[in-house]
C-alpha cells in the first residue's frame, strides 16, 4: 500500500484529495494552536504580558468606539505613525466581537501556525509528502517558531504566512500568487518592504536572460516596495507623528552609529545565529540564492543596538523564518541532487537526525520552557488566586477616565482613552497592586507624591485605588462603588 495514496472527500461539488501525511499535519498545527492559545491565556491570566499588549488592544478598542485611527497612548498617536501596518484592519471585524486581549493572543498563536502551510506545501512538492511531515515537525518545534508563538501579539504575526506563501510561490514558478501574497505582506509593516525588494532583485537576476513581460512581476514588486517604503518614511510616518519618539524612530536605529550598535552585545549576536541556523544543522546555507533575500532583514536585526532584536523569544525573528526554512527545504533537495553526494545518508534519515536536534534545541533554547516549567511547579497559584480581587477593582473604574497603572495591569484598561505605565500626574485614577510589584518601580519612587496629591479609596488585598484630588466628584463616586463592592479593611 502506497502511503502517500490520496483519499478524496466530497465538499459540495469539488473534490478535496488529502493523504495520511496530510491528517497528521492538520493535528500537529491544531496541537500547535491549543498549546500556545492555552499557554498564552494562562499567561493573561497572571498577568504576565508586555508593552505590545498594551498598544494592540488600545488601538484595536479606540479605533471601533472612539474613532481613533489605531491611536494609543503608549505610542502617543497613531500606529501608523510608527509602523505601517494596514493589515491589522483585517483584525478589527473580529475584535469587534470579542474585544479583549485573549482574542489578539489567540489569532496571534492561529497565525504563528499558519505559516506552516506555505513550508508543508513547499517541501512536498520537492521532497514528497512524508519527508515534508518530518519538516513540519520541525517547524514546530523550531525554538524561533515558538518564540514568535509564546510572545504577545504583534503584526508581525501575519509575517509567517504571508511571506512564506510568497516564497513558495516563487519557489514554484506561480508568478501571479507570487506578486498577490507579496503586495499582501507590504501592508503588513515596513520591514517586510526590505525583504520583497530583495526577493524582486534576486529573481530579476536569476532571469536577467529573460524579457521583461516575463520579469514584469518582480519589476512589480521592486517598484510597489520601494513606493511602499518611501511613502511610510516620507509621507505616512510624518502625517501621523507620535509624542513618543523612541518607538517612532526604532526602525532606523540599526543605521544611524553601526560602530556603535556593534560595541556591545556581539556575543547575543553569534548566538543567535547558532540558534537560527544549529536546529537546521546550517543546511540552509546550502540555498544561498534563497537565503539572500533574507540579507537586509538579518541587517535589520542583527544591527540592533537593541538585544530582544535578536532574542529567540521575541517576534523579530517572525520576517525571517519563512526564508530559513524555504532555503532548508532547497538546500535539502540541492544537497540530494548532486551525484558526488550519493553516499550520504537517506534524505528520510538525515530529516529524522534534524528532528532529533530540533527536539534537543527545543529543551536548550525554547523561550517555552522556563516559565513553563515555573507553571506546573505552581510558581504563580498566588497571583492566580489574587486576581479576581484585582479584576473586581478594574471594574469600578469608569471608562470616561485617565487611569494609570503598571504595564502589566495596563491590557485590562485598554478601554479608557488615556491610559499611562507610569506615575502622570494627568491621570485620574492610578490603580496599584501590592502583589505585583514587577513593573511598578516608576509608582513606588513617587509614591509619596500620589498620597498628597490623590485620595486612596481602596486598599484590600494589596490592591490600592488612588483618585486625584482635583476631582472631588470622582473621589465621591469611586468611594461609594468601593464600598458597595468591597468590605472595607
Request: hydrophobic share 50%; net charge neutral.
Amino acid at each position: 500500500m502506497n502511503p502517500e495514496k490520496s483519499k478524496v472527500i466530497h465538499v459540495g461539488n469539488r473534490l478535496i484529495e488529502y493523504n495520511r501525511y496530510d491528517i497528521i499535519v492538520l493535528v500537529a498545527a491544531i496541537c500547535f494552536v491549543m498549546f500556545f492559545s492555552l499557554f498564552s491565556l494562562y499567561r493573561l491570566s497572571v498577568f504576565d504580558p508586555q508593552f505590545d499588549t498594551v498598544i494592540f488592544n488600545q488601538a484595536f478598542y479606540s479605533t471601533i468606539h472612539y474613532g481613533g485611527l489605531l491611536s494609543n497612548s503608549l505610542e502617543g498617536g497613531s500606529h501608523f505613525g510608527v509602523h505601517f501596518s494596514p493589515i491589522l484592519f483585517t483584525i478589527l471585524p473580529i475584535y469587534y466581537f470579542f474585544p479583549a486581549p485573549a482574542t489578539l493572543f489567540i489569532l496571534k498563536s492561529i497565525l504563528i501556525t499558519l505559516g506552516v502551510i506555505p513550508v508543508y506545501f513547499c517541501a512536498r512538492e520537492y521532497l514528497g509528502s512524508k519527508n515534508a511531515c518530518i519538516i513540519v515537525l520541525i517547524y514546530f518545534l523550531y525554538p524561533c517558531v515558538q518564540g514568535a508563538a509564546y510572545c504577545d501579539f504583534y503584526e508581525s504575526s501575519f509575517f509567517p504566512v504571508f511571506i512564506g506563501l510568497t516564497l513558495w510561490a516563487y519557489l514554484t514558478k506561480r508568478n501571479t500568487l507570487m506578486l498577490a501574497c507579496g503586495c499582501l505582506c507590504l501592508l503588513i509593516k515596513e520591514d517586510a518592504s526590505l525583504l520583497i525588494l530583495m526577493l524582486g532583485l534576486v529573481g530579476l537576476y536569476l532571469n536577467r536572460l529573460k524579457t521583461l513581460k516575463e520579469n514584469r512581476n518582480f519589476i512589480f514588486l521592486i517598484l510597489l516596495s520601494l513606493i511602499v517604503l518611501f511613502s511610510f518614511l516620507l509621507v505616512i510616518k510624518p502625517a501621523f507623528s507620535t509624542t513618543n519618539l523612541e518607538a517612532a524612530n526604532q526602525f532606523l536605529d540599526q543605521y544611524k552609529n553601526i560602530p556603535e550598535n556593534l560595541s556591545d552585545h556581539n556575543s547575543d549576536r553569534v548566538y543567535y545565529l547558532l540558534q537560527l541556523f544549529g536546529p537546521l544543522l546550517f543546511i540552509p546555507f546550502a540555498a544561498s540564492l534563497v537565503l539572500v533575500i533574507a540579507l537586509p532583514s538579518f541587517f535589520e536585526i542583527l544591527l540592533s543596538p537593541n538585544p530582544e532584536y535578536f532574542y529567540v523569544g521575541q517576534h523579530y525573528s517572525a520576517l525571517i523564518i519563512p526564508v530559513i526554512f524555504m532555503s532548508f527545504i532547497i538546500g535539502i533537495k540541492s544537497i540530494y541532487s548532486n551525484k558526488s553526494n550519493k553516499h550520504l545518508i537517506p534524505q528520510k534519515n538525515l530529516l529524522i537526525l534534524i528532528l532529533g536536534f530540533s527536539l534537543i534545541s527545543t529543551l536548550l533554547w525554547s523561550p517555552v520552557i522556563p516559565p513553563l516549567q515555573y507553571a506546573i511547579h505552581g510558581g504563580h497559584v498566588p497571583t492566580w488566586q489574587h486576581s479576581p480581587v484585582l479584576h473586581q477593582a478594574i471594574s469600578l473604574i469608569p471608562e470616561d477616565v485617565s487611569v494609570a497603572s503598571p504595564m502589566n495591569i495596563l491590557p485590562f484598561l485598554t478601554n479608557h482613552r488615556e491610559i499611562y505605565m507610569d506615575y502622570n500626574v494627568s491621570a485620574d485614577v492610578i490603580l496599584l497592586d501590592a502583589k505585583l510589584p514587577e513593573y511598578a518601580d516608576d509608582f513606588q519612587k513617587n509614591i509619596a507624591l500620589i498620597k498628597n496629591q490623590y485620595q486612596q479609596v481602596l486598599n484590600t488585598d494589596g490592591v490600592s485605588l488612588y483618585v486625584t484630588k482635583n476631582n472631588p466628584q470622582l473621589v465621591e463616586i469611586m468611594g461609594k462603588r468601593c464600598e458597595r463592592v468591597f468590605v472595607p479593611n
